[in-house]
Each structure stands twice: as C-alpha cells, then as structure tokens.
C-alpha cells in the first residue's frame, strides 16, 4: 500500500515539474507573439496557443491524477498543485492580455481570424470559472481577474470585426463527370 502511495505520489511530483517547464515555456512563446503581432504576423499567435493547450491537459491530468491518489495522505501535493494553478492561470491570462492589447484597432487580421481567436475567447471563459470554484475563493488575486475579464472584452472586439473562413459547405455539388471517354483504352492509329 505504501509502495503504490510512494508511486502515486512520484507521478503527481514529475507533473507538477511538467506544468513549471511547459508554462515557462509558453510565457515566452507569448512574449515571441506580442513581439510579433507588432509586424502582423499572427502565426507565433498559434505555437503560444498549442503550448497553452499541451500546459492545460498536463493541468487536467494533474488534478485527474490528485483526485484518484488518496489525496489526504498527500495534501502537500494538493496545495502545490493549487498554488501552481493559480500562478499559471495568472501568468497566461498576463500573457494572453498583453498580446490582445498590443493589436491596433485598424490593424489588417488575416482571413479565419475568427476562428483562430473564438477558441481563445472560449479558454478565457473556462479560465474565469475555474476561478470560481470554492477552493479558490479568496486566493485569487484580483488583477488576475482584470486580466481575464479585460482579455475577454479584447478578443469580442477583435472576432466582431474579424473575417471569417469561406463557408463552401452551401454551394451546390459538384457537377457530375460527364461521358467519360469510352474509347481512352484503344490504341491511336496511324
């Protein structure tokens, strides 16, 4: 029994490690894409968004984790995981907000800039409510919110002026081949 804790207990140390490198990693993908949204290059914009993505399922594995390990034998890994949440959640929505603040209004957004930036807008708000649950109640540094609130506002006001990627779903079918050529197998006289 205490052999299975001590390896529960490992595994839960090895992601929390994981989330620190991986969110490191994404703040200064974040700070590549601010530099770059300044010349309107919007592609680092994804490679941020995929370390985000790779740091939010390392999060969900964590607590997933915390929640089947006997988790009161273990409440310094509870807390740790907490505090580590807290301050990644702090530094993406920092991240996230710098990068929206630093687009200008008239800037030119490139085509599917809506669906590149609904899916942000979505992270935010699940981001907002996590905040919400009652374990974090109190312990949420109100500037952490400003950010995540302020982001929200940002990216609504990007998408509503955003093109969207052409919708070929309505156009009608194709046409059908015509007579195919029944005689494209026969040798050619000379």
Known sequence: MVRGQDTGRRAIEKLLTAIEQQAGEAVALGARAQRDIEKDRFSSFLGFRRKVEEVRALVALTEERLTTVNTAKLPDLRTEFERIDLLLTGLLARATRNYFERMRDDQALPIGARELFEPELKIIEEMRT?????????????????????????????????????????????????????????????
């Open 130 to 190: 996590k905040l919400d649950r009652p374990h974090y109640a109190g312990r949420v540094s109100a500037t952490v919110i400003e950010d995540l609130e302020a982001t929200g506002v940002m990216i609504r006001k990007v998408i509503s002026r955003a093109s969207s990627l052409p919708d070929f779903s309505d156009s009608p079918t194709p046409p059908k081949p015509t007579k195919r050529l029944s005689k494209l197998g026969r040798p050619i006289r000379m």
